[in-house]
C-alpha cells in the first residue's frame, strides 16, 4: 500500500543538481546529460520500493544514472572506454601566463580522460563520495577506484603542466619538461 | 542538500590528503570549481514538471 511519499519525492528534487552535474561530466553534453536525469528520475520513481531506507539515496541514485549512461553508449554502438592498461595519446594544454589554470583548460584536459578515469575523479574529488560508494557506484574494487582517481590526477597534472600537490604553477622551465612529457 | 547522504564527505579531509585532491592541490581545487559550477547551474524545469506527472499518474491509477 506504500506509495511514493512525499519525502521521496522531496529527496528525488533535492539531488537533481547534483545527478546533472555528474551526468554532464560523463556525457560532456548538456543535451544528453538532461535525458540521463530524467531516465534516472524515472526509473528511481519506479524502483522505489527496492531503494532501502535508511541507505544512501544518492549513490543508488547516481548508480542507476551511470548504469543509464553506459548503456546508452552501447545501443549507440560505441565501445565503452576501458583505460586499465592503455596507454591514452597526450594532449598537453599548456595553462597561461603564471601558470594560472582556468575552468576552460581544466575542462578540456577532463574531457580527455577517459571514461573509467573521469567518473572516479569526479566521484571522489567533486561528488564527494568515499571509495566504498564510488566503488559500489561503479561496480568495481575499490582499488581500482584508487588506481583510476590516481592516475586520472596524473594525467591531469601532466595535460595541464602542473605538478604534485600543494603547487600553484610550473615555473616555465618545468612547464617545458612536463609539457613534453605529455606528448609521448 | 543536507539530510540526503547518511554519511556527508564522511573522512573528506583525510581521504583527500591520501589522494592529492585535498584544497592544497590545483587538480583537487580545480575540480571541485569546474564541479560547483555545474551543481549551481539551473535545473530546468522538466525534471519538476516530471515528478509532478508521475505523482498524478500513480494517484490517479492506484495499481496498488
Known amino acids: 500500500m506504500a506509495g511514493h511519499d512525499a519525502t521521496f519525492k ?15 561530466s560523463l556525457s560532456q553534453r548538456n543535451d544528453r546529460a538532461d535525458d540521463l536525469v530524467q531516465e534516472t528520475l524515472v526509473k528511481a520513481w519506479d524502483k522505489q520500493a527496492s531503494f ?11 548508480t542507476i544514472l551511470r548504469n543509464e549512461f553506459y548503456s546508452q553508449m552501447r545501443k549507440r554502438g560505441r565501445e565503452v572506454q576501458d583505460s586499465d592498461g592503455v596507454i591514452t595519446a597526450g594532449v598537453a594544454i599548456h595553462p597561461g601566463q603564471q601558470g594560472a589554470i582556468d575552468l576552460k583548460d581544466f575542462r578540456k584536459a ?12 569526479i566521484l ?9 560508494e564510488a566503488a559500489e557506484i561503479c561496480g568495481v574494487a575499490v582499488g581500482t577506484i584508487k588506481s583510476r582517481v590516481s592516475r586520472a590526477r596524473t594525467r591531469l597534472q601532466e595535460i595541464l603542466g ?6 600553484f604553477g610550473p615555473d616555465a622551465i618545468s612547464s617545458q619538461v612536463l609539457g613534453s612529457v605529455a606528448v609521448v | 542538500m543536507s539530510g540526503m547522504d547518511k554519511n556527508p564527505r564522511r573522512g ?14 590545483e587538480i583537487g581545487r580545480k575540480l571541485k570549481q569546474y564541479y560547483d559550477e555545474l551543481v549551481t547551474e539551473q535545473v530546468p524545469d522538466r ?18
Open chain 1, 10 to 24: 522531496d529527496d528525488l528534487i533535492k539531488a537533481i543538481p547534483s545527478l546533472r552535474a555528474f551526468a554532464i
Open chain 1, 52 to 62: 532501502q531506507m535508511g541507505t544512501n539515496l544518492k549513490a543508488w541514485l547516481f
Open chain 1, 110 to 121: 577532463l574531457e580527455t580522460l577517459p571514461e573509467d578515469q573521469r567518473e572516479a575523479i
Open chain 1, 124 to 132: 571522489i574529488g567533486a561528488s564527494g563520495f568515499s571509495y566504498e
Open chain 1, 162 to 167: 602542473i605538478d604534485g600537490e600543494g603547487d
Open chain 2, 12 to 25: 573528506q579531509g583525510g581521504q583527500n590528503k591520501a589522494d592529492g585532491l585535498g584544497s592544497n592541490s
Open chain 2, 47 to 64: 525534471f519538476a514538471d516530471l515528478l509532478r506527472q508521475l505523482d498524478t499518474k500513480e494517484s490517479g491509477s492506484k495499481k496498488e
